[in-house]
């Protein structure tokens, strides 16, 4: 068994039926598997528990269990060890960054957040434990509006790091924020025209829209929206095709969900291919999290003082979630 990879690296018997030995591992071994929507549809189908980043955050404040495999991207198994500090959690293959999460270094950010004092620092979930220490609420794409427009009409707010959320948030609630300029390049990339050209194509089809996407996309969106809300959207519209602007995993639970409808996704911009993914994501495959499970490696490790310090914005969102019916 070798991890020096950021993953298990171990042989695996090819005759096996991955399936079934992770469901037959997470029950020995008293495990839960936690997903997000954005993972491999094989994933999805193996978790205990499938969702968006508030939906996982709220489930890992509950669980009992001891071990707990996050298949998502780096962030999402820091988050989940700041609030289970005493429970071995893990993510099948470290590797698995967050290029919006990378755009906003602890460093950097400390050093704008101290050129600001008297700022209310908001930061979006997709960040480092480093940098949620230094925030004094953390956010999602599914609670950000209401939270910023809990806080008091005068309040100064410093947001951060997704620029097209934060521009969106900022235009919804009439807050003036400062702004962090960062992105994620799998919502940066989608094409306006070859979107406009799917919309010509399918005219009874409505457009959803995460909100980390540019402005001329959300202009165009019939719905705009965290995962979890674009889920329930497509699940209570009376329409039957839409096109979806965010990562294309969403699409499998998409489709269980509401089997007798279209779900086409949006295209990137340079690509030929007809879906945008996020390749991070795609690194967990059933492979990584059978290994994972096996080993009970690679583990989330996040130092002492930071989880004290990150915990307490991420549990001040949990608290403003529960209080505003977020």
């Known amino acids: 068994m070798n991890i020096e ?9 090819p005759a096996l039926d991955l399936k079934e030995e992770i469901i037959r591992l997470k029950k020995e071994k008293g495990a839960v598997i936690l997903a997000h929507y954005y993972q491999e549809a094989d994933i999805q189908d193996v978790a205990d528990y499938i969702g968006d980043s508030l939906a996982l ?13 996050m298949c998502g991207v780096h962030f999402m198994g820091e988050t989940v060890k700041i609030l289970c500090p005493d429970k071995r959690v893990i993510v099948p293959d470290l590797n698995a960054g967050c290029s919006l999460a990378d755009s906003c270094d602890a460093v950097e950010f400390e050093a704008f957040v101290k050129q ?12 480092s434990a480093a940098v949620k220490a230094l925030t004094d609420i953390v956010v999602t794409s599914g609670n950000a509006k209401e939270i910023v427009a809990s806080l008091p009409a005068d309040e100064k707010i410093i947001f951060g790091p997704d620029r097209n959320l934060g521009n969106y948030i900022s235009s919804i609630t009439g807050r003036t924020m400062l702004v ?15 979107i406009a050209d799917l919309m010509k194509q399918y005219p009874q089809a409505e457009l959803l829209v995460h909100p980390e996407c540019k402005k001329p996309l959300q202009l165009m969106a019939h719905k705009i929206g965290s995962t979890a809300a674009l889920l ?6 009376p329409v039957r095709q839409f096109i979806v602007a965010t990562e294309s995993g969403i699409l499998h639970q998409m489709q269980k969900d509401c089997p007798d409808k279209e779900f086409i996704p949006a ?5 030929t291919c007809a879906c945008n993914e996020c390749s991070y ?12 499970l096996r080993f009970e490696q690679p583990l989330v490790e996040v130092a002492p003082e930071l989880i004290d310090k ?10 403003l979630s529960a209080r505003l019916g977020k």
């Open 5 to 13: 990879k950021g993953y298990v690296d171990a042989p695996v018997d």
């Open 57 to 69: 955050a709220k489930i890992a404040a509950t669980l009992k269990e001891n071990l707990i495999v």
């Open 116 to 127: 600001h004092p008297g700022y209310t620092v908001i930061s979006y979930v997709n960040t």
């Open 180 to 194: 962090w300029d960062g992105s994620c390049h799998v919502h940066e990339q989608f094409s306006v025209e070859k």
């Open 232 to 237: 329930d959207y497509a699940a209570k519209s």
């Open 267 to 271: 295209p990137p911009a340079d690509s």
């Open 281 to 292: 994501m795609k690194l967990i495959t059933l492979r990584k999290l059978y290994n994972s």
């Open 310 to 319: 990150a915990r307490r914005p991420i549990e001040k969102m949990l608290e």
